[in-house]
C-alpha cells in the first residue's frame, strides 16, 4: 500500500489507523515521489490512499497520469476533506475508485480499506488459478 499524503499528521493517523494490519505500507509526501516510486516498481502497489491537495502535482492529477501514462490499475481512494459533489466527480473521473472524507472516521476508514484489499487478494486468487 502507498500512501500519499504531505501532512505529517494525517500521515501518523493513518499509520495509526493501520498499524495492527499486517500491511506493507510505504508514506511518500509529494506526488512525484510517488510517481517515482511506482513507475520503478508498479507490482508492489496494491492500493493507493492518495490525498488531493498536494503540493506542484495534485492528487487528481497524479491520478490522471498514473493510471494513463503507467497504466496503473490498482484502486486508488482519495484522501480530502472537500466534500462537494463536482469535487467528488473530478476525482472519480480522473480515475480514483473512492473517496475518504478527512477527518478520518476509523470504521469508514477501515471499512473502505478492507473492501479494497479484499478485493485485490481476490484478484490474485482468480489469477492464479
Known amino acids: 500500500m502507498m500512501v500519499i499524503d504531505d501532512d505529517d499528521i494525517n500521515c501518523m493517523i493513518i499509520n495509526e489507523l493501520l498499524k495492527?494490519?499486517?500491511l506493507h505500507t510505504?508514506?511518500?509526501?509529494?506526488?512525484?515521489e510517488a510517481i517515482e516510486k511506482i513507475s520503478q516498481a508498479p507490482q508492489s502497489i496494491d492500493l493507493v490512499l492518495m490525498d488531493i491537495h498536494l503540493?506542484?502535482?495534485s492528487g487528481i492529477e497524479a491520478t490522471q497520469l498514473?493510471?494513463?501514462q503507467y497504466a496503473l490499475t490498482v484502486p486508488i481512494i482519495a484522501l480530502t476533506a472537500d466534500a462537494m459533489?463536482?469535487?467528488?466527480?473530478?476525482?472519480?473521473?480522473a480515475g480514483m475508485d473512492d473517496v475518504?472524507?478527512?477527518p478520518l472516521k476509523p470504521t469508514t476508514f477501515h471499512q473502505t480499506v478492507g473492501y479494497?484489499?479484499?478485493?485485490?487478494?481476490n484478484d490474485r486468487k482468480i489469477n492464479t488459478n
Open 20 to 22: 495492527n494490519w499486517s
Open 26 to 32: 510505504v508514506f511518500v509526501n509529494s506526488a512525484e
Open 55 to 57: 503540493p506542484n502535482i
Open 66 to 68: 498514473l493510471r494513463q
Open 85 to 93: 459533489k463536482g469535487t467528488r466527480t473530478s476525482m472519480m473521473e
Open 100 to 102: 475518504l472524507l478527512k
Open 116 to 121: 479494497y484489499i479484499q478485493q485485490r487478494l
